[in-house]
């Protein structure tokens, strides 16, 4: 199924992303792409707002991962926040154990992930976020079936 929405704000994309965030189950995997600035973090804010984590949501760049811990209808949610734009190879992945925390059972967003297309068959969802002027955002979500 693919869905693509025209974000004309911050709070229009976090809604899109609760949106899509209403649809993850545990074990999903989210591919989030898009330019820098494009807006992948603040997707990312309002899938955690969607699940209600209390720690303020930064981007990963400078710690290439981050877990933050939510819920939904009262259960406990861990949501894994890659960030592999300063990722250069697959064996540094191997390294950091990105293929155990994938398969841990938790919802992962992954951004800048498409730069490893080994694990493009891992991605239940993909979501495109690209520039359509100054302040709008084109959003394409792409989810498995």
Not at 119 to 136: F, K
Request: hydrophobic share 35%; net charge negative.
């Amino acid at each position: 199924m693919t869905e693509e929405f025209l974000s004309r704000s911050e709070l229009q994309t976090r809604d899109i992303a609760k949106q899509c965030a209403a649809r993850l189950h545990e074990g999903d995997i989210v591919l989030l792409t898009g330019q820098l600035g494009a807006g992948k973090t603040v997707f990312m804010r309002g899938i955690t707002e969607f699940f209600m984590c209390s720690e303020q949501l930064s981007s990963p760049t400078f710690s290439l991962f981050n877990i933050y811990e939510g819920e939904l209808e009262g259960e406990p949610v861990a949501l894994h926040h890659f960030d592999l734009y300063r990722i250069e190879s697959p064996r540094e992945l191997e390294a950091i154990g990105f293929d155990e925390y994938l398969d841990s059972g938790y919802i992962s967003v992954v951004e800048w992930g498409e730069r490893f297309p080994e694990y493009a068959s891992r991605y239940t969802v993909q979501v495109s976020l690209e520039y359509a002027g100054d302040e709008s955002r084109r959003i394409v979500i792409k989810t498995s079936i």
